[in-house]
């Protein structure tokens, strides 16, 4: 079998296996037609059981969406094949959270970004030692899309707001730790969910057997500071909270916070409190493509990908440079409903 996403059979488990190595399996846009395909193909077929997501070789799972293909359409066609790919994408992520089948993802190694989106939906999400997760969009000027304001909100503490703003690494203890994982497995039990799953296995049963506790999770020693620090929805409240501490730790995350988007950690804050109060998964989507349908051809995209990808001179220039050129009614803007055409619907 070929491709950059392998879709097939394996006894009684549909099995997807991202397959762009290269790329660290970032989803392009036939890939996420080739997974929605099979996994509406084998919602009726009597042989698949449950499904089993995973990639090839590679040092990771899947490093986000195609983010070039992402900019040329923002420079060269006003977003209108990118906005396509936002909207197909979000279907993907709606169809395994609404699976009727049990979904297993093994987040393997570098799960970022898209990454996130194909997996967070799976009812088992299996960390491994390799595992670092991240959200890392308010770097490049997007937002934490593909579910992450369902999924970010949700986290005890403030955490997600801690994430979304930041973009920092979680490992695969931490994602456990947290309950951005279901299960720890390493070694050769990885392998062996794997054939447990192809075999027929009950999936809970066989995850729950060969899980692991996986020792300390890094981000405990910061979860106090996480949810004081960030408790407010107001960016500037934030920044203001870390400029009061003295400490090491909150030095360095207000320097950190100096390189992010301005625009996008209020857009991130906006997002997460605004999904607290959707009525469910398909409502959180259709806010995240219509924040997605703006942003896209905003300045700050474009910029932040050439500069961080693209260069690699990590000096993007946002357009608002500063929190307080960030307005309400700019944000307001972002948020607001599309045209009732344009509007996101699941399949």
């Known amino acids: 079998m070929t491709g950059d996403v392998l879709t097939f059979v394996d006894g009684a488990a549909g099995r997807i296996r991202l397959n762009r190595p290269g790329a660290i399996h970032a989803l392009t846009l036939d890939m996420v037609h080739a997974m929605t395909k099979a996994l509406v193909a084998w919602r009726d077929d009597a042989r698949v ?59 393997d190694g570098i799960t970022m970004g898209g990454g996130v989106g194909i997996s967070q939906p799976a009812r088992f999400r299996v960390a491994t030692p390799a595992t670092r997760l991240a959200m890392p969009e308010t770097g490049i000027g997007l937002f934490p899309d593909v579910g992450g304001g369902w999924y970010l909100s949700r986290l005890a503490g403030r955490l997600g707001q801690y994430l979304a703003l930041t973009g920092a690494r979680l490992d695969g203890a931490d994602c456990h730790h947290v309950g951005l994982a279901s299960h720890f497995l390493s070694g050769d039990a990885i392998e062996a969910a794997k054939r447990a799953l192809v075999a027929g296995d009950d999936v809970a049963s066989s995850l729950d057997a060969l899980a692991e506790r996986p020792g300390d999770a890094p981000i405990d020693a910061h979860l106090d500071d996480i949810a004081g620090h960030f408790a407010a929805d107001a960016y500037e409240d934030i920044l203001a909270s870390l400029a009061q501490d003295s400490g090491d730790w909150a030095a360095s995350i207000r320097h950190l916070l100096d390189s992010k988007s301005p625009q996008t950690c209020k857009v991130a804050l906006r997002q997460l409190h605004d999904s607290l109060s959707c009525a469910d998964f398909a409502d959180n989507m259709r806010m995240e493509y219509r ?52 509007e996101w619907t699941p399949l």
Do not use: Q
Not at 87 to 94: G, I, M, S, T, V
């Open 49 to 107: 059981t449950h499904i089993l997501i995973d990639h090839a070789d590679g040092r990771g799972f899947c490093a986000g969406g195609d983010i070039a293909f992402l900019r040329n359409s923002a420079l060269h066609d006003d977003g209108v094949s990118g906005r396509r790919f936002f909207h197909d994408e979000y279907r993907l992520n709606h169809l395994i959270f609404t699976y009727a089948k049990p979904v297993v993802a093994f987040m």
């Open 291 to 342: 924040i997605a349908s703006r942003v896209l051809t905003r300045p700050d995209f474009a910029e932040g990908v050439r500069a961080v990808i693209v260069d690699k001179t990590n000096d993007p220039e946002w357009n608002p440079a500063t929190p307080a050129g960030v307005t309400d009614a700019l944000i307001d803007a972002i948020f607001a409903p599309l045209p009732a055409n344009d």
